[in-house]
């Protein structure tokens, strides 16, 4: 079996919903965004507990935006960086609706609209909802120091995005079509420096996408975009060369979430910003408007994700990356 799933029935984004901190407002597409927290906590006492609330204000905006109930959803697939999905379960044990928790890594946003699409087309559920998020001073503690000890990050390190998007997908209509979804496999290239995940989810992304070329015979020219999940400076430019490699220009096409949500200079943020919440809402705040308005109508969104952990850092192990992708249309 290939992992390319094709939606024949019709799957569509009804709608979506996003919330960020305040570093991500201050960026370039920070008017874009639904919701903003000015302190990044949401209302709530702990960093976890505010990232699990920034989910609960995704999806009740993207309830709000499409007049749906929660009794409205079939099924809730959600998740994020931190140990067992804990911000997950905590922000969404209020909506009362069926839930299971993925791990994708900052992949978690594309795997969870291609499941959704799977649900649907298959039958099985008439609305499906795919929640993410990340924040950075959950993640800083659990992966590296707390913010308060003062390390400082290399030039190939990442900033953790605090955000989160919800998306609504039904059959029948919608603000976009999800036509295709491939599940990635995953891809070791050998890379054990935790402060370069973009180049451990570069040979991820070019697993993914050069297998769906192959596979559905299409070429970077045949889309207006390919959209990848937040490899930052170093990833975009090693998947530039992997494809070059290979006498494939995919320069043109490109870019990358991670690139676009901050003034990687002015805000400081070295190589573009990562976790799960950044390529969920800028695809929800950015991408979606303009496939909306008629700017985008075919593109790529691949969602890539490093796959590390406190445990595999601290035994010297290589970071694996995976990579899922969706095919998103417009209405044209």
């Given at each position: 079996?290939?992992?390319?799933?094709?939606?024949?029935?019709?799957?569509?984004?009804?709608?979506?919903?996003?919330?960020?901190?305040?570093?991500e407002?201050e960026?370039?597409?920070?008017?874009l965004?639904?919701?903003?927290s000015?302190?990044?906590?949401?209302g709530?006492?702990?960093?976890?507990?505010a990232?699990?609330?920034?989910?609960?204000?995704?999806?009740?905006?993207?309830?709000k935006?499409?007049?749906?109930?929660?009794?409205?959803?079939?099924?809730?697939?959600?998740?994020?960086?931190?140990?067992q999905?804990?911000?997950?379960?905590?922000?969404?044990?209020?909506?009362n609706?069926s839930?299971?928790g993925?791990y994708?890594?900052?992949?978690t946003?594309?795997?969870?609209?291609?499941?959704?699409?799977?649900m649907i087309d298959?039958g099985?559920?008439?609305?499906?909802?795919?929640?993410?998020?990340?924040?950075?001073?959950?993640?800083e503690?659990?992966?590296?120091?707390?913010?308060?000890?003062?390390?400082?990050?290399?030039p190939?390190?990442?900033?953790?995005?605090?955000a989160?998007?919800?998306?609504i997908?039904?059959?029948?209509?919608?603000?976009a079509?999800i036509?295709?979804?491939?599940?990635?496999?995953?891809?070791?290239?050998?890379?054990?420096?935790?402060?370069?995940m973009?180049a451990a989810?570069a040979?991820a992304a070019?697993?993914?996408?050069?297998?769906?070329?192959?596979?559905?015979?299409?070429?970077?020219?045949?889309?207006?975009k390919?959209?990848?999940?937040?490899l930052?400076?170093?990833?975009?430019?090693?998947?530039?060369?992997?494809?070059?490699?290979?006498?494939?220009?995919?320069a043109?096409?490109?870019?990358?979430?991670?690139?676009?949500?901050?003034?990687?200079?002015?805000q400081?943020?070295n190589?573009?910003?990562?976790?799960?919440?950044?390529?969920?809402?800028v695809m929800?705040a950015?991408?979606?408007?303009?496939?909306?308005?008629g700017?985008?109508?075919?593109?790529?969104f691949?969602?890539t994700?490093?796959?590390l952990?406190?445990m595999?850092v601290a035994?010297?192990?290589?970071?694996?990356?995976?990579?899922?992708?969706?095919?998103?249309?417009?209405?044209?």
């Open positions: 079996m290939s992992g390319l799933f094709k939606f024949n029935n019709g799957v569509f984004i009804a709608s979506t919903g996003n919330a960020v901190g305040k570093k407002h960026g370039p597409l920070g008017s965004f639904d919701i903003y000015e302190d990044d906590r949401f709530m006492d702990t960093w976890e507990h990232e699990g609330e920034s989910q609960k204000i995704s999806l009740n905006m993207a309830m935006k499409g007049n749906i109930r929660d009794s409205d959803i079939d099924l809730v697939f959600s998740g994020d960086l931190i140990n999905c804990t911000p997950s379960y905590l922000g969404l044990s209020g909506i609706v839930k299971i993925i994708g890594a900052c992949s946003a594309a795997l969870g609209m291609g499941l959704c699409g799977v298959s099985f559920c008439q609305k499906c909802a795919a929640v993410t998020s990340s924040h950075n001073l959950s993640a503690r659990q992966f590296r120091y707390p913010i308060e000890y003062g390390g400082l990050q290399t190939t390190s990442q900033w953790t995005v605090t989160s998007a919800a998306y997908l039904q059959g029948g209509e919608g603000m079509r036509s295709e979804f491939l599940i990635g496999k995953v891809a070791d290239g050998g890379v054990t420096d935790a402060n370069n973009g989810m040979v070019f697993d993914t996408l050069w297998r769906y070329f192959e596979e559905s015979g299409k070429k970077p020219g045949d889309f207006d390919i959209i990848t999940g937040d930052g400076e170093q990833g975009y430019e090693i998947l530039l060369e992997l494809f070059s490699r290979h006498n494939v220009n995919l043109p096409y490109l870019t990358d979430c991670g690139l676009l949500i901050y003034d990687r200079k002015e400081k943020t190589a573009g910003g990562s976790g799960c919440g950044c390529s969920a809402a929800s950015h991408f979606l408007k303009e496939i909306e308005k700017s985008l109508n075919n593109i790529l691949l969602g994700g490093a796959l952990s406190q595999s035994q010297g192990d290589s970071i694996p990356g995976i990579a899922h992708l969706v095919r998103i249309e417009g209405k044209k």
